[in-house]
Structures are given as C-alpha cells and as structure tokens.
C-alpha cells in the first residue's frame, strides 16, 4: 500500500511540475502578420550540431565557449542571421561539426551561407499554432553544397532552423525572431 501511496505521489508531483504555456491571440495575430509579411530576421542564439567523436574531443580540449557542450554551442557574441524578404532568403550561420565531402585548404568559408530565390520554398501552418517553412537552396560560395533547410518560428518568435547539407553532418540552431533589418 505505500509503494502505491508513493507511485501516486509522484505521478501528481510529475503532472503539477509540466508547465505549458498557451499562446495568446495577440502573440498568434503578430505570427500569422509576420508570416504574411515574409519580412523578418532570425538570430540564433544556439547551434546544436551531432554530437560525433570529434566534438567530443573539441570539448574536452576545452575549445568551446564558456557553458558550450558537445551538442549546445553557445553564439551570443557571434555574428549569425537568418532573413527572409519576400521569396528571397539569406543566412550566415557559423557552422560546428564534421565536413563529410570536399573542401578546400585553407578556405575561410566555411559556415553555411546562402543567398537568393529557394527551390521548393513552402510556408505551412504546423501544429501549436505555429509556422514550418521548408526550402532547398544552394550554397552561396561553391557550387557543390546544397542545403535543405526547415525554419519553425513559434507564437512567442522562438524559433528552430534545421539544415541539412550535402557535404557536412546536419545541424539545428535556436534563436529568436528580430525586427528585420532591411527594409
């Protein structure tokens, strides 16, 4: 009977800590105008590239940033961005993890940067009254990288931007929706 007393216990203990946070209309109603609008900026503030051997190494060598693992990268302080302007997108995104194909000695470019009109670009609504946008689009300095990316942006302009390269090991960034910088 106490192991059961105790099962109770923690099963209410469980459900009374799960907290949701429900999205307001007004936070709703700027989404859908954002979204609309297909003018905004995204600066992540966490990349969270697959965590491989060779990160491993990385960050027992001590060469991330201060509160980085493996699979979280902190990058406040680091230049990065996501904009859309009509059906024109643009990023840089620092890049972490392991390079699968090709490159060059000495290139400099080496994060995921890309620029223009994306192939396959559709915008849909998802689930918890947010937004998936999914496009291909190649890279900006060599003709080879291809990414497929999916960009989330949630109610409160949270958002996820997944990246799926043809030549690196994929990889997720975290951040916020900002007022775009171009007009």
Request: charge should be positive; include cysteine.
């Amino acid at each position: 009977m106490r192991k059961f007393g105790l099962l109770l216990c923690a099963i209410f203990l469980l459900f009374s800590c799960a907290s949701s946070k429900n999205a307001t209309q007004v936070e709703i109603d700027n989404l859908n105008a954002l979204i609309q609008s297909k003018t905004f900026e995204i600066e992540s503030e966490w990349a969270e590239p697959q965590v491989t051997n060779a990160m491993m190494q990385i960050t027992n060598a001590r060469m991330l940033p201060t509160g980085s693992s493996a699979g979280n990268i902190n990058l406040i302080g680091n230049s990065n961005f996501f904009r859309m302007k009509g059906d024109t997108v643009a990023a840089y995104l620092p890049f972490f993890g392991e390079r699968q194909m090709g490159g060059s000695y000495g290139g400099t470019k080496i994060g995921i940067e890309f620029e223009g009109v994306p192939k396959d670009l559709v915008i849909s609504e998802d689930k918890e009254n947010s937004y998936r946008i999914n496009f291909k689009i190649r890279d900006k300095n060599t003709t080879t990288e291809n990414y497929n990316v999916v960009v989330r942006i949630y109610p409160s302009l949270s958002s996820t931007i997944y990246v799926n390269s043809t030549q690196k090991n994929s990889i997720n960034y975290r951040g916020r929706v900002i007022a775009s910088t171009e007009k």
